[in-house]
T-cell receptor
Framework: RKEVEQDPGPFNVPEGATVAFNCTYS??????FFWYRQDCRKEPKLLMS???SGNEDGRFTAQLNRASQYISLLIRDSKLSDSATYLC?????FGAGTRLTVKP | NAGVTQTPKFQVLKTGQSMTLQCAQD?????MSWYRQDPGMGLRLIHY???????DQGEVPNGYNVSRSTTEDFPLRLLSAAPSQTSVYFC??????????????FGPGTRLTVL
C-alpha cells in the first residue's frame, strides 16, 4: 500500500466549477504536507503548503485532518489555466496525482 | 540561482548499458532525492540523502546507485539498464531547517528510454 493515496481522476469540469481533491496518508508521524501542480511534461512545482488550521490562497483552499489522516484541496471558480495534474505529498512521499481538465 | 539542474534531458540506452544521471543544486539544501515517474504511478522515491556522505534507499532502489560527495551534487547511476527503467527521472532538493518551509524543488527531469 502506498504511503499516500490519491484519486487519479481524471476530473473534467466546466469553467467556473468548484472541484475538490482528497488524499489519504498512512504514516501518522508525517509532519509536513503539500500540494504540487504539474503541467504536461514539466516538473512538479509547489502550489501550496497544507496546515492543520487550513490555509487559503486566492481560489485555492487546503485542509489537513490529522485525525482522519487526509488532506484536501479545493479549487473554486475553475479557470482553463488550472488544467494540470495535482499531486499531494506527505513529507517526501507523493500520491499518484489527479489529472484536472477545465473545459470552456 | 539556477535552482536544481539535471543532465541530460533525454537519453536512450540499450539493455545492459550503464550511465549516470547528473543532478546539482545551488541552494545549499541538505536534502536531495531522486524520483521516477511512470504513468499512473506518480512519483516514486528511488534514493535520498540528508547530507554529504549520507545516502539511503527509498521505495524502488533496485538497479540504482547514488553517492553524495558534496552538498551540491547527487548523481544517480544505472548499473545495467533494463527496459523496466524506462521512465522520467526527477531530482529534487529541500532544506531540513525546521524554521523554513521544506517544500521540494525539482529539476526539469531526464526522460530515459531503455531499448
Amino acid at each position: 500500500r502506498k504511503e499516500v493515496e490519491q484519486d487519479p481522476g481524471p476530473f473534467n469540469v466546466p469553467e467556473g466549477a468548484t472541484v475538490a481533491f482528497n488524499c489519504t496518508y498512512s504514516n501518522s508521524a508525517s509532519q509536513s504536507f503539500f500540494w504540487y501542480r504539474q503541467d504536461c511534461r514539466k516538473e512538479p512545482k509547489l502550489l501550496m503548503s497544507v496546515y492543520s488550521s487550513g490555509n487559503e490562497d486566492g481560489r485555492f483552499t487546503a485542509q489537513l485532518n490529522r485525525a482522519s489522516q487526509y488532506i484536501s484541496l479545493l479549487i473554486r471558480d475553475s479557470k482553463l489555466s488550472d488544467s494540470a495534474t495535482y499531486l499531494c505529498a506527505g513529507d517526501m512521499r507523493f500520491g499518484a496525482g489527479t489529472r484536472l481538465t477545465v473545459k470552456p | 540561482n539556477a535552482g536544481v539542474t539535471q543532465t541530460p534531458k533525454f537519453q536512450v540506452l540499450k539493455t545492459g548499458q550503464s550511465m549516470t544521471l547528473q543532478c546539482a543544486q545551488d541552494m545549499n539544501h541538505e536534502y536531495m532525492s531522486w524520483y521516477r515517474q511512470d504513468p499512473g504511478m506518480g512519483l516514486r522515491l528511488i534514493h535520498y540523502s540528508v547530507g554529504a556522505g549520507i545516502t539511503d534507499q527509498g521505495e524502488v532502489p533496485n538497479g540504482y546507485n547514488v553517492s553524495r560527495s558534496t552538498t551540491e551534487d547527487f548523481p544517480l547511476r544505472l548499473l545495467s539498464a533494463a527496459p523496466s527503467q524506462t521512465s522520467v527521472y526527477f531530482c529534487a532538493s529541500t532544506t531540513l531547517d525546521p524554521r523554513r518551509n521544506n517544500e521540494q524543488f525539482f529539476g526539469p527531469g531526464t526522460r530515459l528510454t531503455v531499448l
